[in-house]
């Protein structure tokens, strides 16, 4: 065990890095973990960044690449990402690190992304490990009639939009044990 701790602890970390994707944006990214183990993607959650990354006691034998999507850390906003457009961007990336295949990890946020990945690309996966899949409503078309005009105010109009939050955060707050209290959620 202390060999390998002391393996681990020998890691050279780069955490802010850019590349330039073909239609100049820049995609920030990271490299973790082993640098000869095996190539894994990591797409962070909503909120997060590159920066979210397991413990290094976790990445032995694996090389972590993690990536900022549109508009979060060190990679430039693009007015309407596209789960597609992500895919791409983690393609072009892995290309110019001459690796050609690799695994895909996307926790909540980022879990339609990895999919995404797997469809854009399959013959280059090792793997897809899509976790807590939540993602953008309007590709995903997940949310529909009174949620889509919720997600509108929250965007929008400021005061009336902190009321939505508020309220969905008392909801989720509540446990429906107090006294008097009906729990609705089913």
Known sequence: MLVEATAVSCWKRRSDMDFALPDNRVLGWADYGDPAGVPVVYLHGTPGSRLSRPDDAALVGVRLMTVDRP?????????????????????????????ERFGVVGFSGGAPYAVACGARFPQRLTGVVAAGFTGPYRELRTVRGWQRLQAWTVCNIPGLGRRHVTRAAAWYAEDGTAPGSVDSRG
């Open 71 to 99: 508009g979060y850390g060190r990679s430039t906003p693009v007015r309407r990402p596209t789960l597609l457009g992500v895919a791409d961007a983690v393609g072009a990336l892995m290309a110019s690190l001459g690796i």
